[in-house]
């Protein structure tokens, strides 16, 4: 007598069963078949080295199949929405298990964050499909009695969870974060934008899901595309060629100046080399996003504890540089005033590297609170020094446009910069 397609299918079920519970087992686990239901099929128990239980448990779902797909390096499976709308909304990790009955093979693929990191960057609109949305899981994730295998799933089972609850606010980012301040630190050279962004803390603890993020706050501050010549004679503004994000989980952290993670993306690859972070952690190579966390989540008190100074040593430390951004503001201002400015531009082009230089001094020091708007302005002070440097050293624009773009706001600077100094001292 014939075997009927719904007998095939589920001999087909039960020999990928058997086949997930072998691998299972053979790493001290276990694998518990659950209730025939339309979304799980099983579960696997992670224990210890020492055979005792962990409590940590990751649904599995089943799915076999003759005629598996393959393309390139990915196995091709078009998975029911239903169950992928379940996984969407499941607070315990699932594993989607795909096995090949010809070739006695499975891949697999830890279903929430395929969700999130592929079909939501992808297609926010696939939650709409009816019956079914195409996965491609890459063939080197395959189930199998292998040490990198047992990692991953030994890996979800302590992490996943807290893994989910960041993934869930995925969909509105947005809530979960704020920018603070956005800056335009553009020269005539390049287009650069900088931004300070609070992050909700249980979403900075997770790395993974703060990439994710990442990649959003950047597409949010390069859409903003702020500009200091918003209201300038031209109104074209281009596309920013550098982002800089400094991102706090604490408002202390913001107002300390203490970043725990800095990025630096760069958008027009061609010439344009790090500025900020030369060394990082990892890089996002398909945005060109440089990461760098700070001390590895330091607590904030340890961190003022190791690296904050007093208001004494910090006002011993950055006096020359005050002394000299004066210096530099006050003979600048004088020099340009001549008829013959010569001398305003060899003073400038003598000093070239040494406004580079405490420019990027600046970025190191860690100001005590109540030094805070001295740092800030002092910062503004020689960020135009050096950008006023760039665009002499590069011949962009005449007397009239350096005026304009510069000179004009240094005896401002100057005075607010003496006044900072004045009252903090």
């Not at 087909?12 to 086949?19: G, K, V």
């Not at 169950?83 to 697999?108: G, Q, S, T």
Request: hydrophobic share 35%.
């Amino acid at each position: 007598m014939a075997r009927s397609k719904l007998d095939l299918k589920q001999l087909y079920e039960y020999e990928s069963s058997l086949f997930v519970e072998k691998v299972i087992i053979r790493n001290g686990w276990k694998y518990r078949e659950q209730e025939k239901d339309n979304d799980i099929d099983g579960e696997i128990e992670v224990f210890s080295e020492d055979g005792e239980a962990t409590a940590k448990i990751i649904k599995v779902q089943l799915k076999a199949s003759k005629s598996l797909k393959y393309k390139d390096e990915f196995v091709i499976f078009d998975c029911p929405v239903k169950f992928l709308n379940f996984c969407d909304v499941c607070d315990i990790p699932i594993i989607l298990v795909v096995y090949d009955v010809d070739e006695e093979k499975a891949y697999w693929a830890w279903t929430q964050k395929y969700i999130f990191k592929y079909l939501d960057n992808e297609d926010l609109a696939w939650r709409n499909n009816t019956s079914s949305v195409r996965l491609k899981i890459p063939i080197k994730d395959e189930l199998k009695e292998d040490k990198e295998f047992y990692n991953a799933i030994e890996k979800i089972s302590c992490e996943g969870v807290n893994e989910l609850q960041q993934w869930k606010k995925h969909e509105t980012s947005e809530y979960y974060f704020t920018i603070l301040e956005e800056k335009d630190h553009s020269n005539l050279r390049h287009r650069r934008i900088s931004a300070k962004v609070y992050i909700e803390r249980s979403f900075a603890t997770s790395k993974d899901s703060m990439i994710e993020l990442i990649k959003k706050i950047n597409k949010k501050v390069k859409t903003n595309n702020y500009s200091k010549q918003i209201f300038g004679e031209n109104e074209r503004i281009g596309k920013p060629d550098y982002i800089w994000l400094y991102l706090y989980d604490d408002l202390i952290q913001y107002k300390s100046g203490l970043p725990f993670c800095r990025t630096e993306s760069i958008y027009n690859k061609e010439g344009n080399d790090p500025i900020l972070l030369k060394d990082y952690d990892l890089i996002i190579r398909d945005h060109n996003i440089r990461i760098k966390w700070e001390d590895n989540y330091r607590p904030l008190q340890d961190y003022l504890l190791l690296n904050s100074t007093n208001k004494t040593e910090y006002l011993k430390d950055i006096k020359k540089m005050n002394d000299f951004a004066m210096e530099q503001l006050e003979s600048l201002i004088l020099l340009f005033d001549k008829e013959n400015k010569a001398e305003f531009y060899n003073k400038i082009i003598t000093n070239r590297k040494e406004y580079t230089q405490k420019f990027l001094a600046m970025s190191n020091v860690i100001p005590p609170f109540e030094c805070q708007e001295l740092h800030r302005i002092l910062y503004e002070a020689l960020t135009c020094l050096d950008n006023l440097a760039e665009a002499v050293e590069l011949k962009h624009g005449n007397d009239h446009y350096l005026n304009n773009q510069y000179v004009k706001n240094f005896q401002s600077i100057l005075s607010v910069l003496e006044f900072k100094w004045n009252n903090i001292v």
